[in-house]
């Protein structure tokens, strides 16, 4: 199967050899393409489902809509928020057992602008271990997951991939330069490794960006889209994510739109 490159896709992989060459092996029984999703409709499809609602936390997404801020596209506008340690963000996803390789066409952008605006704006792909704990019953240092992003990280103005491994809420990152606009991102994982690539909209040839080795051998993952932004308005401080998590900051001017074609 070659899917289109221009939706979001999840198909099985079994073979990190097909990854390295460029090639998808082909879906053994029980492949799981029906869980992609072209955001064609008004509407998200069916079997999504949304962070805050699932655990209990707070709505930090200040819109979300279908085709309506652009045509045939999911768009996503964050409230100050992040995904980093013990913190949460808007997360949209569906749940996968085993191998998968998920792809999707992207672009982090201002309101107004092509570079959102302030720092650490970004969105897009993540895959989360499950831990069972909703808001009344979180617990620290429980957070395991990974992700790639596009947007502006620690620089304001300057467009980045973020790659970022968080492993018992430990999380370590990595900011290289890349281009605005639309890209394509893509995640797949083999057996406990998780391989992260990106490349120009429209251009052939995907280039690794991040690997990461998991430490523990979880078959089911959340998979899906991330979106957050910090505000300006915000002063820095210590971190508290008993208080953060469970608050929303409705007033903190924020800059950022993350879209999904």
Do not use: C
């Amino acid at each position: 199967m070659t899917p289109t490159l221009r939706r979001l896709y999840l198909l099985t992989m079994p073979l990190a050899a097909a990854l390295l060459s460029g090639q998808a092996a082909p879906p053994p029984p029980g492949d799981i393409t029906t869980l992609s999703d072209e955001f064609e409709g008004d509407a998200l499809g069916p079997g999504w489902a949304l962070f805050h609602d699932v655990y209990g936390w707070p709505n930090k997404l200040k819109a979300m809509d279908v085709g309506q801020t652009t045509k045939g596209a999911l768009s996503m506008q964050p409230l100050h928020s992040g995904w980093v340690r013990d913190l949460n963000a808007p997360f949209i996803f569906k749940t996968v057992e085993g191998d998968f390789d998920v792809r999707a066409r992207v672009r982090t952008r201002g309101l107004n602008g092509e570079v959102p605006g302030g720092t650490w704006s970004l969105g897009g792909l993540m895959a989360r271990v499950p831990n069972g704990l909703k808001a009344a019953t979180w617990e620290p240092r429980r957070e395991n997951w990974h992700f790639i992003t596009t947007g502006v990280g620690l620089e304001p103005g300057k467009v980045m991939t973020e790659t970022k491994g968080t492993y018992n809420s430990y999380s370590s990152l990595k900011l290289r330069p890349y281009r605005s606009g639309w890209i394509e991102l893509r995640m797949v994982r083999v057996g406990m490794a998780l391989f992260v690539l990106a490349r120009p909209d429209g251009g052939s040839e995907w280039e690794v960006r991040d690997r990461f080795y998991r430490m523990e051998s979880s078959p089911m993952m959340q998979v899906g889209l991330i979106a957050y932004t910090n505000s300006p308005d915000v002063p820095p401080g210590p971190e508290d994510p008993v208080k953060e998590n469970a608050s929303v900051n409705k007033q903190a001017k924020v800059d950022m739109t993350f879209e999904v074609d």
